[in-house]
């Protein structure tokens, strides 16, 4: 395996960007899966190397990207970031012995979110004519979107008004300063998120939706959601399903039973399976 740390790969507002690019011993073009990290678009980084051993076995290579967080830019600056690195990648196939024709993209909550963003976006101009090496696609062949908030209004408008729920309900049995740590800790945070994410621009929360993007000619997706996830519902998945079935958009549900809002190995049974079905589903797309 060769490894490339903390890959630069552009400049965005004087804005550093990176990415940990992992290659397969191969002596042919490989197919590339690029890692979208969560963190409610305000934390994470480009270092979990999800699935890497599994996606190096399978021949893939994994380009593991950072991107601006809402505190250095609200959106759109994490979805023109993300096609920026799929252009990168494209335009330093030959450099890196990577297939410029196959590239998936997986990402987990708000990862799962921009994954699922991106793949439906590749012709829309205010996210892919920013950045830099222009005049290569942004385009993807493959989709796989976890627990992602895809229906950015209604996550919005949900937890909001689950905070105010929270504060009403516990208010005269608890101390202010206890209801603020119990909310905070809870949907305090996806409220805080989400109004980092639109700058305070209300008009953002459509912008930002992968839902008002949805159209016939997408890549093939793979839609994880857990069965119990309180924080990003079941419901931003099974609309995106929905969507894009209606337009004759090829796409697979799967709900992991008894699972809340996690991907990793070892959580819950659902989990393991569904990581082993991710890796099928891009070998299947991707040709490996």
């Known amino acids: 395996m060769i490894f490339h740390e903390n890959l630069y790969y552009a ?5 550093k960007l990176v990415m940990d690019l992992f290659l397969p011993e191969c002596d042919r073009p490989t197919p ?3 890692h979208i990290h969560g963190g409610w678009w305000a934390g994470g980084d480009h270092k979990a190397h999800l699935y890497l051993e599994k996606y190096m076995e399978k021949g893939f290579a994994l380009a593991d990207i950072a991107y601006r967080l809402t505190s250095d830019a609200p959106f759109p600056a994490q979805i023109i970031d993300c096609h920026t690195a ?3 990648l494209r335009a330093n196939a030959d450099q890196y012995n990577l297939n410029p024709d196959k590239i998936g993209v997986f990402g987990f909550s708000a990862g799962g979110h921009l994954s699922a963003l991106l793949g439906t976006t590749a012709n829309v101009a205010e996210f892919t004519q920013q950045g830099e090496w222009q005049g290569y696609s942004s385009e993807v062949q493959a989709v796989v979107c976890a627990n992602g908030p895809h229906d ?3 996550g919005y408008n949900y937890t909001h008004a689950q905070s105010d729920n929270l504060v ?3 208010g005269n049995a608890f101390p202010k300063e206890e209801v603020e740590r119990i909310n905070a800790a809870t949907y305090g945070v996806g409220c805080k998120a989400y109004n980092m994410l639109t700058g305070g621009d209300d008009s953002v929360l459509q912008k930002a939706s992968v839902l008002h993007y949805v159209h016939a000619d997408m890549p093939p997706y793979l839609i994880i959601t857990g069965e119990v996830d309180t924080g990003i519902p079941i419901l931003h998945a099974t609309r995106l399903y929905d969507a894009m079935r209606a337009v004759g958009a090829k796409a697979e549900l799967l709900i992991n039973e008894n699972t809340w809002h996690s991907m990793m190995p ?3 049974p659902a989990v393991d ?3 082993e079905r991710l890796v099928g589903f891009l070998g299947e797309e991707l040709g490996r």
Do not use: N, S
């Open 266 to 268: 070892g959580d819950t």
């Open 86 to 88: 799929v252009r990168f």
């Open 273 to 275: 399976a569904a990581v």
């Open 168 to 170: 009403y309900m516990l």
């Open 32 to 34: 590339v899966i690029v």
């Open 152 to 154: 950015v209004p209604f």
């Open 11 to 15: 400049t965005a507002e004087g804005h």
